[in-house]
């Protein structure tokens, strides 16, 4: 417990106030940003900037030519307030005056000095680099002599802080429940959105910057004899342009043939944005032979708890149909869901007017289940009606074996 002192020690609502360590230390680990409020020149300054703690201490990030950074280098340092809130929720009184927040937040009060010993700031930089994705710091390059000597590190011992914090629900005053106004609380988190890639950047999103996923959600690599699938990145979008330029690859998909690798590359795109937000995972097929990309398929209406996967959003480059590579690479998604992640059902869909792809999932051993009629638009602005079909756990140990008896090779015919 940090003990408390007369500027740490609430006037009122005494109630929401602590000194616990551990409490402090979970709320500043947590905030990406602090405020930092300081005395210059007999005027106050409030300047918000980036933190880390490193055991009892806490850095603030600054720049040499600052004010803070300037009055900090002398021996007596710079006396600071430090504050963090996290703001958890809106409450929401049947009064006006009993509206509130959930919140929490630290406040710390000490004497800051500029660090000056080069290895401990270097350690503090690359906490901080840290602290925005584990792993980042051997994924990017280090700072320059002169990007060091521009960037300046306070130190501030944390000897007083307080924790100050509300949760809970509305707290109306008695005569005020029979009040016909809504009332109840609005929670509020900071989520992060998906990675946007800067310009030239082809690789993957680094694993610390992807949302937790369950195994329905990790488009995980599978290498069969014909076909090898791996997560779709824009990366691959010249190689899959090259790879479709066949019209009739297009004619019954939802999106319009694309122009060029850019037009291709927006289609990636918007994949990516479907498996970011959990609805699909997305891999390309690549020719297990040539190594050549050839097309793309993917899982989509994810349900982990009722045990069911779409597959779909399949293209394949017109020289590789009618070969192993179409039929492996639903053998190996099929095995995934029904094997691996144990799911009850898979779906397909296809558009009524499609027969090619019609008789392709029936070889799969699909059942065809009905039509659904006005089910989704074409690239051209009309409506589809689609045909679904599906395959139960129970039916894949059969349709199993047939499909790997289709992909042996036909014995020789003895002469």
């Known amino acids: 417990m940090y003990t408390r002192t007369d500027r740490t020690t609430a006037s009122r609502t005494r109630d929401r106030m602590s000194y616990d360590r551990a409490g402090a230390h979970a709320i500043l680990d947590e905030a990406y940003h602090c405020t930092l409020g300081f005395i210059v020149d007999g005027e106050p300054r409030v300047l918000p900037t980036l933190h880390v703690r490193i055991g009892d201490t806490l850095y603030l990030h ?56 080069e290895q401990e700031k270097t350690d503090v930089l690359t906490a901080l680099v840290e602290k925005v994705g584990t792993g980042r710091s051997a994924e990017s390059r280090p700072p320059s002599r002169r990007e060091l000597a521009e960037t300046a590190v306070l130190a501030l011992p944390l000897r007083e802080v307080s924790v100050r914090s509300r949760s809970g629900g509305v707290r109306d005053e008695e005569a005020d429940y029979a009040l016909p106004h809504w009332a109840g609380v609005v929670p509020l988190r900071l989520t992060a959105g998906r990675p946007e890639p ?185 409506w589809r009606d689609t045909v679904q079909y599906s395959m139960t756990v129970n039916e894949w140990p059969e349709a199993q074996l047939n499909l790997r008896k289709r992909l042996r090779p036909a014995a020789p015919v003895a002469g």
């Not at 504050?83 to 809106?90: A, F, H, N, R």
């Not at 291709?264 to 937000?277: E, K």
């Not at 994810?302 to 590789?320: C, K, M, N, Q, S």
């Open 62 to 117: 600054g720049s040499t030519g600052s004010r803070p950074l300037l009055a900090a280098r002398g021996d007596t340092g710079l006396p600071v307030c430090v504050s963090v809130t996290l703001l958890d929720g809106l409450v929401y009184g049947r009064s006006q005056f009993h509206h509130s927040a959930n919140y929490r937040s630290v406040v710390a009060h000490g004497v800051a000095h500029l660090v000056t010993d």
């Open 198 to 382: 800067d310009t030239g950047v082809t690789g993957p999103v680094p694993a610390y910057l992807q949302p937790p996923r369950s195994p329905w959600h990790i488009p995980a690599t599978m290498r069969g004899e014909h076909v090898v699938l791996e997560p779709l990145t824009v990366g691959h979008a010249e190689e899959l342009y090259a790879s479709t330029t066949d019209p009739e690859v297009w004619r019954h998909l939802g999106d319009p043939q694309p122009a060029d690798p850019t037009g291709m590359a927006r289609i990636i795109a918007d994949a990516l944005v479907a498996q970011h937000a959990g609805d699909r995972v997305a891999w390309v097929q690549r020719c297990a032979v040539t190594g050549a990309l050839v097309g793309s398929t993917s899982y989509y209406e994810i349900d982990p708890e009722r045990g069911a996967v779409g597959i779909g959003h399949t293209w394949l480059g017109r020289p590789w149909w009618r070969t192993g590579i179409n039929t492996e690479a639903k053998l190996l998604l099929l095995a995934r869901a029904f094997d691996t992640l144990g799911a009850n059902r898979v779906v397909w869909h296809t558009d009524l007017r499609n027969d090619r792809s019609q008789r392709a999932i029936e070889r799969l051993g699909a059942q065809r289940e009905g039509v659904l009629r006005m089910h989704r638009r074409r690239a051209d602005g009309s």
